[in-house]
């Protein structure tokens, strides 16, 4: 399907089958030769629910700000950890690959994620070579490239999914417990299995670890008040909210990040200011 309008064209594309299955992605890319520098945009829904079309608006704002978009559907819910990072992997290595027909730069490619996603865009990131997410080979002949990005930004990532499986137990058993921990736990048990996983799929925890990670230059958009995800976890040595705690260790590893705070109310239009100045910094 390809739609076309005077500022962009739009193309839904399968980019991975797993059995009779196909996984689309959607093709966001603004009128002209190109090439165009390229985000790839992972959705949001506690790693069980949600697809592609909620990075929609998001990537309405990148492509008329002159980026190629890339919007991905991917394993998650009970297909469990790390089948999502295997197709997200393979999802940036096959769209370099058909970087000349998709008139896309290859060497521009950052990626980005809203809550559950910006987790996975952030261990992406980090792991690019991990070979637990890179099996899936792209067909023969296709040019040889790997999964690094060059920036990476996140909306209110769940970074920690532990701390936040915790959190939300601790919460939802206390004397009125918020309406978001409903079933959020049930929901990390049915794609994470167990609290290992939690801990090793884990960008905060692989830094506090002392892993050798990638660190490309990062953004992350946080609301505020949000107890969702801007909390402090009662387990961490440091005596600070999630977000602040992640960028203390990423900048002691060498990253380069930003948080910009803005209104909770607010904060999906609030949003796409920093996500397009970041993307112009480091992609253009």
Known sequence: MLNETSEYTTEDIAYVRHGGEALMLRFLRPQGQGPFPLVVDLHGGAWTNGDLSGCQERDEVLVRAGFATAALDFRHAGDGYPTSLADINFAVRWLKSQSERLRIDAGRVGISGQSSGG??????????????????????GAPSTTANVRCVAMTWPVINPLSRYRHALRLRDGAEPPAWTGNIPERHDLYWKTEDNMAEGNPLLALERGEAVETPPALWVQGRPDEIHDYRDPDSALDLNEPERFAARYRA??????????????????????LVAFFQKHLS
Request: hydrophobic share 50%.
């Open 253 to 274: 590893a060498g990253g380069e990040i930003d948080i910009a705070y803005v209104d909770q109310g607010e904060r999906a239009a609030a949003s796409h200011a920093p």
């Open 119 to 140: 987790h996975l865009a952030m261990l992406m990131a980090m792991r690019p070579l991990d070979l637990r997410y890179g099996g899936i080979e792209l067909e023969a």
